[in-house]
């Protein structure tokens, strides 16, 4: 739809301002640009985070530094590190982020990344 085009833009994350997040353990503080259908966040997670939920969004994250690991439902793991990215659907896992030393990440979701049948 013509109204949910994005005219071209640049977004200065340093004026963007910083929410906080708690895990299970650790924190995640989130800058986040909102448009219709999509979200765009830079995401720092603290030394020992751990996820207070499992995640059933779909996402695409790219690791800008440090390093984490994903852990699925299923106890399938891997690791994110500068440089790596992963990609994944609506409802397609369970997963969530620990991070043992912190890291930094840009995270991608939004209604392109619905489930279809």
Not at 58 to 63: A, F, L, N, S, Y
Not at 79 to 103: A, F, P, Q
Request: aromatic share 8%.
């Amino acid at each position: 739809m013509k109204d949910q085009n994005i005219p071209f833009q640049t977004i200065d994350w340093t004026k963007i301002s910083k929410t906080e997040h708690k895990g299970e353990t650790g924190v995640a503080f989130w800058q986040t640009v909102q448009f219709p259908g999509l979200r765009i966040r830079i995401v720092e997670y603290s030394k020992g985070y751990l996820a207070d939920h499992w995640c059933e969004k779909g996402h695409i994250v790219h690791c800008l530094e440090g390093d984490a690991v994903n852990e699925l439902k299923d106890g399938t793991k891997s690791i994110l590190t500068k440089g790596i990215s992963y990609v994944v659907s609506d409802e397609l896992s369970s997963h969530r982020s620990v991070t043992e030393n912190g890291v930094k990440l840009m995270i991608i979701d939004g209604d392109f990344l619905k489930l279809k049948n």
